[in-house]
């Protein structure tokens, strides 16, 4: 497989864990990275402010939490799908959520995944693979035997 350019990655997440969790899950599904971590959703409005006004670079997936602390993950989707110059970043949205009213919403606001946190670490470490397929595309050759 060819060398990757390191994927730019927002994460909006206000537990640290999980932002391990997550980087652990992405190098198991060999995605080379770059994190923009986000603490709440003030810290995520500001960034996206900052992407719009300043023509700044956007990332290639843009992964919220749905619970954060000022805006929550669904306001922070509203946002970036309402504006012209943020409408086309990826967005996933990793929750604890089991309300199917949230599911629901992320997806008629645009969110292309919606993946539940899961409660074991084999568990989240399969979330790569989805995470690895909206960064790069569909290629079913890029499936590598987490997949499988």
């Known amino acids: 497989m ?3 350019r390191p994927a730019a990655i927002a994460v909006v997440e206000d537990n ?18 770059a994190f923009t971590v986000l603490s709440n959703g003030q810290e995520a409005m500001e960034y996206l402010d900052r992407i719009e006004k300043e023509a700044g ?3 290639d997936l843009l992964i919220v939490d749905l619970n954060l ?8 989707l509203a946002r970036i799908r309402s504006s ?23 997806d008629a606001l645009g969110a ?9 670490l084999d ?5 790569g693979g989805p995470l690895r397929r909206t960064i790069y ?12």
Request: no cysteine; net charge negative.
């Open 69 to 76: 602390p000022v805006y929550s993950g669904l306001e922070l």
């Open 112 to 120: 292309q995944l919606y993946l539940r946190k899961p409660t074991n």
């Open 16 to 33: 640290p864990a999980d932002i391990f969790l997550l980087q652990y899950a992405l190098r198991e599904h060999d995605v080379p990275y």
């Open 84 to 106: 012209p110059e943020l409408q086309t970043i990826k967005v996933a949205i990793l929750t604890t959520s089991e309300a199917a009213t949230d599911e629901v919403e992320a």
């Open 2 to 4: 060819s060398e990757r």
């Open 57 to 59: 670079e956007k990332p």
């Open 137 to 148: 595309g569909d290629d079913s050759s890029q499936i590598d035997s987490h997949e499988r």
């Open 123 to 127: 568990d989240f470490v399969r979330l």
